[in-house]
T-cell receptor, first 117, second 116 residues
Framework: AQSVTQPDIHITVSEGASLELRCNYS??????LFWYVQSPGQGLQLLLK??????LVQGIKGFEAEFKRSQSSFNLRKPSVHWSDAAEYFC???????????????FGKGTKLSVIP | DTGVSQDPRHKITKRGQNVTFRCDPI?????LYWYRQTLGQGPEFLTY????????KSRLLSDRFSAERPKGSFSTLEIQRTEQGDSAMYLC??????????????FGAGTRLSVL
């Protein structure tokens, strides 16, 4: 069965510092990988996605992620964090192809990011 | 494009009552998903619709839960005889039916259910 591990439950960084959020996945087939962000009481907003090609993908709000197949990782990075980035971040994996038609996602438990002004 | 809309945003109910939530997907998205998110956890898949057909259900979807999408547009999720363990955020997502974007799910703001 597929699974996603986000080892860090809570990370605190200073505004302007760099950020890396870790994500490891276990998946039997070729995965489709996502990072979503969730502000308190809100739904999920897609930051970026990867399914093939260049292993470094760019997303919105200055975020990027790197897919490393050998490490089964898809870590999220940002060079300089802004106070508005404080939120919860979720890594997710889904099937690239689906015979049943469902592309349901499996999520990690999330990493809460706090930003010190 | 108005995004995925969910109603209500918050629902407080007493144990044993029935509740119903509504989801309006992005127009022309024929795939619709329901997820449940409990405190400190990521969303967990509940069920999937392609047009009006419910094609997949998670084992998390007990007999007290039922979902419909009668005309292939909006969807409802009903919980009968609510229990305190049903307290969670219920998220709806939709995606296009075809093309490279069919794997990409767009989420609504969710309905937060509190069972007293």
């Amino acid at each position: 069965a597929q699974s996603v591990t986000q080892p860090d439950i809570h990370i605190t960084v200073s505004e302007g510092a760099s950020l890396e959020l870790r994500c490891n996945y276990s998946y039997g087939a070729t995965p489709y990988l996502f990072w979503y962000v969730q502000s308190p009481g809100q739904g999920l907003q897609l930051l970026l996605k990867y399914f093939s090609g260049d292993t470094l993908v760019q997303g919105i709000k200055g975020f990027e992620a790197e897919f490393k197949r050998s490490q089964s990782s898809f870590n999220l990075r940002k060079p300089s964090v802004h106070w508005s980035d404080a939120a919860e971040y979720f890594c997710a994996v889904g099937p690239l192809y689906s015979g049943a038609g469902s592309y349901q996602l499996t999520f990690g438990k999330g990493t809460k990011l706090s930003v010190i002004p | 494009d108005t995004g995925v809309s969910q109603d209500p945003r918050h629902k407080i109910t007493k144990r044993g009552q029935n509740v119903t939530f509504r989801c309006d997907p992005i127009s022309e998205h024929n795939r619709l998903y329901w997820y449940r998110q409990t405190l400190g956890q990521g969303p967990e898949f509940l069920t999937y619709f392609q047009n009006e057909a419910q094609l997949e259900k998670s084992r998390l979807l007990s007999d007290r839960f039922s979902a419909e999408r009668p005309k292939g547009s909006f969807s409802t999720l009903e919980i009968q005889r609510t229990e305190q363990g049903d307290s969670a955020m219920y998220l709806c997502a939709s995606s296009p039916g075809r093309g490279g974007a069919k794997n990409i799910q767009y989420f609504g703001a969710g309905t937060r259910l509190s069972v007293l």
